[in-house]
């Protein structure tokens, strides 16, 4: 079964430092997303993205986060000055389309020290 | 910010036996309901999803009710397995949108032999 995959699983990284999270997404979806889980809180969503472009973000998905699909596999998630508080899991998920569900990948465990 | 609200941290149950996880809501605008499972060091994995215009969906084990007026979601597992452990998340989202899902913050089942 298709499967969302990312890349790396753990990303440790020293505050300030920048930072890129890599997602290959289900090869026939349209849709693609970026979530994340701080330790022992909600799965909470930090941005939607459709035909190249941001198509929703949260209050989180501030001037420091940026996603890009760099070809026509790849989604990336780029934090530019990393905080300690951006530590957390970082889950990527795509879908068909907005109505249909979205399918995780394995995360990225990013720890910032 | 509690729009989906999942009040049982934990949950136990005899294998064979019915599961049934709750999970309530307070936006009477979502129209789009979702469970996914997680194992640890795993993302979330789609279960079973529900639209606003029914009010039960079943997938094998799985079924989803939905009560709009009493804004309350279950998932029933029957019967359940040991192979069923895992944390549950609910999640709601608008069909018009890009797909941003609220989730709830996870019900643990242990399910014993």
């Known amino acids: 079964e298709p499967e969302v995959t990312q890349t790396p699983s753990h990303q440790v990284t020293q505050m300030g430092q920048e930072v890129i999270l890599r997602c290959v997404p289900i090869?026939?979806?349209?849709?693609f997303y970026w979530y994340r889980q701080i330790l022992g809180q909600k799965v909470e969503f930090l941005v939607s993205?459709?035909?190249?472009?941001?198509?929703?973000k949260s209050e989180i998905f501030d001037d420091q986060f940026s996603v890009e699909r760099p070809d026509g596999s790849n989604f990336t998630l780029k934090i530019r000055s990393t905080k300690l508080e951006d530590s957390a899991m970082y889950f990527c998920?795509?879908?068909?389309?907005?109505?249909?569900?979205?399918?995780f990948g394995d995360g990225t465990r990013l720890s910032i020290l | 910010d509690q729009q989906v609200k999942q009040n049982s941290p934990s949950l136990s149950v005899q294998e064979g036996r019915i599961s049934i996880l709750n999970c309530d809501y307070t936006?009477?605008?979502?129209?789009?309901f979702l469970w996914y499972k997680k194992y640890p060091a795993e993302g979330p994995t789609f279960l079973i999803s529900?639209?606003?215009?029914?009010d039960k969906n079943e997938d094998g084990r799985f079924t989803v009710f939905l009560n709009k007026s009493a804004k309350h979601l279950s998932l029933h597992i029957v019967p359940s397995q040991p192979g069923d452990s895992a944390v549950y998340f609910c999640?709601?989202?608008?069909?018009?949108?890009?797909?941003?899902?609220?989730f709830g913050k996870g019900t643990k089942l242990s399910v014993k032999p």
């Open positions: 993205f459709y035909n190249n472009e941001i198509s929703e």
């Open positions: 529900i639209s606003s215009i029914k």
């Open positions: 090869s026939n979806h349209l849709y």
């Open positions: 936006n009477s605008m979502f129209d789009y």
């Open positions: 999640a709601a989202g608008f069909v018009g949108s890009q797909g941003n899902l609220i």
């Open positions: 998920a795509s879908s068909v389309e907005t109505d249909q569900p979205q399918h």
